[in-house]
């Protein structure tokens, strides 16, 4: 469930949510069908889309995509699954959180920023040429904050 939900109804403690409370719950709501068919996409074909990206970087950097496609590939997958997880919970706090961590862990310390930020732009191609509108929307709005966090270092 969304964080900031999550977190009203933990501190209702005893009252009933307020109407700006309640206001996340119905944007919870109204956009479920649409979050839960991005979610089932991505589980469904994340890994082509993944690979698709990888092909469109290569035609740019081939000797980076033979050296490190294994590695690539599983990140990219852990990311799209990270996306894939936030947008069904419309939990952006939720992402930054888990964004924060994997990239303070992995990504800055292997110094590959510029090389992941443009595997992420291909992937955000594919995905727009891959998905529909509503779906590829939610998904590269998470793509473009992974991507600028990305160079700045920070979530």
Same mark, same amino acid.
């Given at each position: 469930m *969304?964080?900031?939900l999550e977190q009203s109804i /933990? *501190?209702? =403690?005893g009252r009933y949510l307020t109407d700006s409370e309640l206001d996340t719950l119905h944007v919870y709501i109204k956009t479920y069908e649409a979050r839960l068919k991005t979610y089932t996409l991505l589980q469904e074909k994340s890994g082509e889309y993944i690979l698709l990206a990888l092909q &469109? +970087?290569? &035609?740019?950097d081939a000797q980076t995509v033979q050296q490190h496609k294994d590695k690539c590939i599983r990140d990219m997958d852990y990311v799209v699954r990270s996306i894939a997880i936030a947008i069904l919970r =419309? =939990?952006?706090e939720g992402f930054r959180q888990e964004l924060l961590l994997w990239m303070q862990n992995i990504m800055v310390a292997l110094h590959k920023e510029q090389q #992941? #930020? %443009?595997a992420? %732009?291909? +992937? /955000?191609?594919v995905v727009t040429q891959e998905m529909p509108k509503e779906c590829s929307d939610l998904v590269n709005h998470y +793509? =473009?904050?992974f991507t600028k966090a990305l160079l700045a270092g920070v979530a």
């Open positions: *969304n964080i900031t /933990q *501190n209702a =403690d &469109k +970087l290569a &035609k740019t =419309d =939990d952006e #992941s #930020s %443009r992420y %732009r291909m +992937l /955000q191609e +793509l =473009d904050e």
